[in-house]
Each structure stands twice: as C-alpha cells, then as structure tokens.
C-alpha cells in the first residue's frame, strides 16, 4: 500500500481508438503545438526510458470532459465519469437515457443506498488520517521532535517546549493527538462489515491501524508514509460502499448483451490510475463492484469490446511516465496484448495480472515522501544560517530536494500563521497541476502536500485549463498565476482569483483547498488571471483590476466588495508590468504600471489609495523619469522597517559591471538604487518573470523563489547598500 509503486517502461505507438466516449483526446493538434509535443516527447526522452506522449486537447466548452458514453439495444443507454466543470463537486455521475433523454441518476441512487451512513463513516475516516498525514508532516518539515506516550501510541513531546518552540506548535501537538484518539474512536463505533470479502479488507485496514497507532515512537518519514497509506485504505472502503464508481476520467464503457449490463473497467483518477471492474444493471439501475481474483495492471484511454458471448475484451490504454522533463510526455501505452474478462466466471485472462482494486500513482518528486529525503530538517541550525547572512546580500538557500517541473509565471505569497512561502505557478509550458508547494522557513524544506494530478491533455497549454473543481475537489493552475493569489491573515488562507467565477481558497491547516467563493462582477472577465492582482492591507485582502477597480475581502462575510474611491483616476492593472503594494506605515496602497511590452517603458510615476479616505492620488517621484530603465514591475514589495519598496529587478549594469537594485523610497517619495549583491534572484538580464519575491516581517527578510523553485534570502540594509537617487 502507499504511493510509491514502480512503472514499467513502455514503447509508445500510436494512441488506440476508443469508440462510444465524450470528449476523449483526438488527434487535434495545430501544427504548431504538434511540433512541440514532438520536440518534447523525442528530444527529452523520460528518466532514460522510451518516449512518452502529451494527450491531445478537449473542448472545455462542454460542461462535462474526459467522459464516457455508451448506448445499447432498444434505447438505453449510459453516462458515466469525466470531470464536471459546472458542478459543486466536480465529477461527472451516473446518467441513463430514459425515453430519449438523459437523466441525472445520481440523487436516486444514493437516496437508495443501504450503506450510504456507512459509507460516510469511512470516508470521515479517510478525511481524519488524511489530517493526521498533514499535520505529522508539517511539524516533521518544522523540524519537531517526538517521543510516545505508550498509551495508544499517540505521539507527544518529549516536552512541549522541546517540541514546539511556538505557541501553534504546542496546538499542532494536540491536535496530532485528539485526532488519532478520534480515529480510533470513530473505527470502534463503525458498524459491521456487510460480507466475507468487505471483512477481510476492513480487518486488515483495523491492523494497519492499531499497528501505526501502538509503534509511532518518533516522527519519521516511514510513519508519515504509513499514514497515507492508512487514508488510501480507508478511502478504498468508502468507494467499495458507495452507489456507483469513484470518479475517473477516461474510462470507457461497453454494454455487454449475454448479461444485458455495462461494464466499466479503469481509468484515471488525475493523480492516480485504477484497475477495478464495475457492472451497471440498466433493469435494476444499480452498480455493483465486482471482486475478481486479479486483474489487467491499472490503465486510462483503453477499449473495451464486447464479444456477444458473455465476454468483454480489453485493450492497449496508458500508464504515467513520471517524467519531469521540460513538457515532457506524461503517459505511455500499456502494450501488454489483449485482456479477456469473463462475465459469468467473473475473471480476467490474458497475461499476468495484479490485485484487483489498486491503484497506480506517479513517483519520485511527484509524490510527498519525495521530499522528506535529505537530512532531517533542522530549525535550529537553518535559523544559525539565517542569523549569519550578510547585509545586502542575495543567498540561495539550496533546499536538500527541490520540486520537479518548472513553476513559470507566477508569485509567491508568506503565510506568516504557519510560517510558510506559499507557491500556486506554472501553466502554459509548466508544471498544471493543483499543488500548493509549500516552504518551511523555518528549516528551508519544501513540501508537497500531495500527489500531483495533471488535466488531461490541457497540460503545458496556455490559457485552457479547466474550469470549476475537478475530481478531487481542487481548482486547475490556470495559464499563468502571475499575482493571482494572495493569503488572508482574517480567513487564515490563500485565495486565488485566476479562475473566472470563483475565487478558490486553499487552507494551509489541512493543506488542500477547502473552499470557494463567488467573484463580483468587475472581477470576472475572460483570463482574469493575467491581471487581477492581489495584496495583503489592513482592509485584508485586496484585488486590483484591469478596469482600475479596487476590490476587498470581507471574511466575516466572505465576499468581495468593490472599496469606492475619489480623486485621480486609477490605472488599470497590466499583465505583466504591474504590481500593487500595501504601505503599512500610512495605511495606503501604492500601484504602479506601464504599458504592456518593451516599447513601451516606464514613466515613474506611482498612484496611491489611502484606505482610510478612499483618495486616490498621482505621486510624480522625484527621478521617474531614470526609473524608465526598470525592466520589471511586478515584483515591488514593501519594507516596513526602512519604509522601502524594493523592486524585483536589477538596473543595466553600470561601468563597473553592477547591476544596481532600484527602489521607492515611501518618505522621500522618491526612486533610488541600492547595491545589492549575491545570487541575484532576478538573473543575469535583471529580469524574471517567473520570480516570486515577499518580506517576512518575522524575520525581517526578503525571500525570492524562481521558476526552478529555488530560494533567495535577502538582509536588506539601506545605510550601507550605497543608496543613492536613481
């Protein structure tokens, strides 16, 4: 059990043809886009292996993608699976073609569930020792220490003050502890298993988890694994109980006439690929999941074809490659010959095959415990490090792993709650998928909060990728982040605003996104994601717009509301060569912009909003118009303590070779440089349009992080940077 499960190498032909589905990848590809799924499949081969291949995109037009579809004899017919980008909870269900129309069944069929409170229970399971896997891997990453109680095995601190230097970590420790408690609670009060075979996967989930609970002696990340694989056990339980399949994508179905019932086999989940069987009796209008002694390994985009003698014959389909080359081919054919499934017999035939019900995951730095590799992390010494950085020098910090695929044009925000750098980026040519990266300040480790799911086809696209929640109730990356997001210190979590109806929330407590709420009507236009632009204040957060409007998050309420302003007109936000800023110091914020492009450069001048007033003024900075040699402007961020905006970019180097760091002096009103040396997280061309760069007022510290995801800390010191004007 658990996520770690080694794929096979596969040559790759062409894609199989799968008949009866909505939506599935064709070969649609405009030239342009072919050449480089060409380039990327063939001139960056996978971890050495032979070539993967890029899915084709869909129309995300239609509500429902990455269906299937299946129609039989004397008008019946059936729908199942794909991601529904209009629903609450993302997932295609169970539809049958009633007298020549479509009918949503899913309501009836788990009105009609005899094990739908059972069915609940073991998914609250699955939602605890899920919680329990987040929280020992947060304090691990935070570097905490831990002793058992030999109680339950719950674990505690050898003392708390040991354990948690904060006044969080002590509640972190508790909750460890209530929830473990609480899990084994919850399983002593769940009610019998139903039959023999039911019996059988539940006792061995119980001893899993009354081994894990009696043996957790110290935090480690073999622990942490085993809590996942506990949650993944208890998932398997509640999807064996519930009305009809789990949600996939790709997975066909065919009607088989000797039994008069639809099959379904496989297909991928996004971050994990299945092999169970199921049967859908269109009489009785109820699925049931078969238990066969084994099955084909676990696939997507296969064909099922059915025999008419009671037999189904399965074919080709694709597994992950896990390749983290730069728009590399994430899926590969399955070329292990034809597979015969036997309805009456319920068996498979045709090659050796595996458990039934499992399931198949990508590996290495897609996976979480890719990230405990390394020393174990050290707060103490990381804070050592940290104490004794130079003034008005850039450090990398060189992470012990670093996240794979690159993370493009995007931000990075502080959440200073959990003490964490919080990363939503990538799209277009980038990694896709729904991961939060989240950074350790305390002890410089990255944490990946679960396993990568990637959109089908739409990966490494531009600006089309899904809307709405997907399978596992996360919203898709959009074509670029930019300054899309920011973290609500009201709401303790980050909000992303990319997505064109909804604003999403991403809980950093339980690291996943929780939430979403309703967008007003100024913040929703077509790829809002290039210029809505976010910022904390004391107002919470606040977005800018490209028609110049200002809006706030009322987290008591949880809405947006538009903030009214008088005086001078503002700007609209511009992609790329925009940025607002939060002046705490005279509860003010400071936007700047030019026009979009290198023709077009920057006039110095900075607009402000006093929060208190709602005026809006034109500042006309004393050298604005030097500050037209300032690359890049959406990465200004404010420093209380010397009352600088700091620009994240670097001037043309001067005679001697050194490129100096621009900034706004706020009291001087004023633009300035700074000599600023190190490793320039900016680069050797002064710009990066993929840097994320924040000030941790804790620490009193700039961070960057670059499209590589590689950190840079900063100790500004303005009295002996050789500030001067610009």
């Known amino acids: 059990m658990g996520y770690a499960r080694a794929l096979a190498a596969h040559r790759v032909p062409e894609m199989a043809e799968t008949p009866n589905r909505e939506d599935l990848p ?3 590809y405009k030239p342009f886009v072919l050449a480089l799924s060409l380039l990327a499949a063939f001139a960056f081969p996978a971890f050495g292996q032979e070539h993967g291949y890029r899915l084709p995109d869909v129309d995300l037009h239609k509500p429902i993608i990455w269906g299937a579809t299946c129609e039989g004899p ?3 017919g059936l729908k199942f699976g794909g991601e529904d980008q209009t629903s609450d909870d993302g997932c295609g269900h169970t539809q049958i073609l009633k007298d020549g129309k479509w009918v949503d069944l899913h309501a009836k069929l788990q009105s009609g569930n005899p094990m739908l409170s059972k069915q609940a ?17 947060r304090l691990f990453l935070d570097g905490k220490s831990f002793r058992s109680r030999g109680s339950h095995g719950v674990p505690a601190p050898q003392t708390l003050e040991e354990a948690a230097s904060t006044r969080d ?8 502890d209530d929830m473990v408690g609480g899990l084994l609670q919850l399983w002593r009060h769940s009610v019998a298993p139903v039959n023999a075979k039911e019996a059988g996967q539940i006792s061995e989930t119980l001893a899993k988890l009354l081994e894990w609970a009696q043996n957790f002696s110290e935090l480690s990340p073999t622990e942490i694994d085993e809590s996942s694989s506990l949650h993944i056990s208890f998932e398997k339980i509640a999807e064996s109980l519930d009305c009809e399949p789990a949600p996939r994508a790709l997975s066909p179905i065919v009607y088989e006439p000797k039994s008069k019932c639809f099959f379904l086999f496989g297909g991928d989940h996004c971050d994990y690929l299945t092999n169970d069987t199921w049967v859908f009796d269109p009489a009785n209008s109820a699925w049931m999941r078969r238990e066969p002694p084994s099955a084909p390994p676990a696939r997507a985009n296969h064909t099922l074809k059915t025999t008419g003698d009671g037999k189904i014959v399965l074919s080709g389909g694709y597994t992950y490659t896990s390749t983290t080359d730069y728009m590399g081919g994430q899926y590969a054919n399955l070329n292990d010959g034809d597979w015969t499934y036997d309805v009456e017999k319920n068996t498979w035939s045709g090659g050796k095959g595996v458990p039934a019900n499992d399931r198949v995951y990508r590996t290495g730095p897609f996976l979480p415990g890719h990230f405990f590799q390394g020393p174990k992390p050290n707060a103490d010494e990381f804070a050592a490090k940290l104490a004794a950085l130079p003034a008005n020098t850039w450090l990398y910090t060189a992470p012990p792993q670093l996240p794979k695929m690159n993370r493009d044009w995007g931000s990075a925000v502080i959440d200073p709650d959990h003490d964490l750098i919080l990363r939503f980026s990538g799209g277009h040519c980038a990694h896709g998928g729904t ?4 950074f350790h300040l305390a002890t410089n480790r990255w944490e990946l909060p679960f396993p990568v799911e990637f959109p089908l086809g739409q990966l490494y696209s531009n600006t089309s990728y899904p809307q709405g929640w997907n399978l596992n109730h996360r919203p898709w990356v959009t ?4 300054q899309s997001y920011g973290y609500d210190p009201a709401l303790r979590k980050m909000l992303f605003v990319g997505q064109t109806k909804y604003a999403y929330a991403w809980d950093p407590e339980v690291a996943d996104w929780t939430e979403r709420f309703e967008k007003p009507e100024g913040m929703v236009y077509d790829s809002c994601y290039y210029t809505l632009t976010v910022c904390n204040s004391s107002r919470g957060l606040v977005c800018w717009t490209h028609d110049g409007d200002v809006y706030h998050f009322d987290a008591a309420r949880k809405e947006w509301k538009r903030i009214d302003v008088h005086g001078e007109k503002l700007p609209g936000s511009e992609v790329d060569n925009s940025t607002v800023a939060y002046d705490s110091r005279r509860d003010r914020l400071l936007f700047v912009r030019k026009g979009y492009g290198d023709a077009n450069t920057f006039n110095g001048e900075v607009h402000s909003l006093n929060l208190k007033t709602g005026e809006v003024m034109k500042l006309t900075p004393g050298r604005s118009a030097a500050a037209a040699k300032i690359p890049y402007l959406s990465q200004l961020r404010y420093d209380p ?3 600088l905006l700091l620009v994240g970019a670097t001037l043309p180097p001067d005679a001697t070779g050194l490129r100096r760091t621009p900034a706004y002096d706020c009291a001087g009103n004023r633009w300035v440089s700074l000599k600023i040396g190190g490793d320039d997280p900016s680069g050797t061309v002064g710009r990066n349009v993929s840097l994320g760069m924040m000030y941790d007022a804790k620490r009193k510290l700039f961070w ?3 499209t590589n995801s590689k950190v840079f800390v900063l100790r500004l010191d303005p009295a002996t940077a050789d500030l001067r004007p610009l």
Request: hydrophobic share 40%; net charge neutral; aromatic share 4%.
């Open 26 to 28: 064709m070969c649609n």
């Open 704 to 706: 960057a992080v670059d």
């Open 641 to 643: 303590q010397h009352d």
């Open 479 to 482: 074509g670029h982040t930019y």
């Open 435 to 438: 991961d939060v990266l989240q």
């Open 121 to 137: 229970e073991f998914a609250k399971m699955a939602r605890v020792a899920q919680n329990i896997g987040t929280i020992a891997r």
């Open 74 to 76: 004397d008008g019946i």
């Open 169 to 176: 970590g002590i509640k972190q420790l508790q909750r460890l």
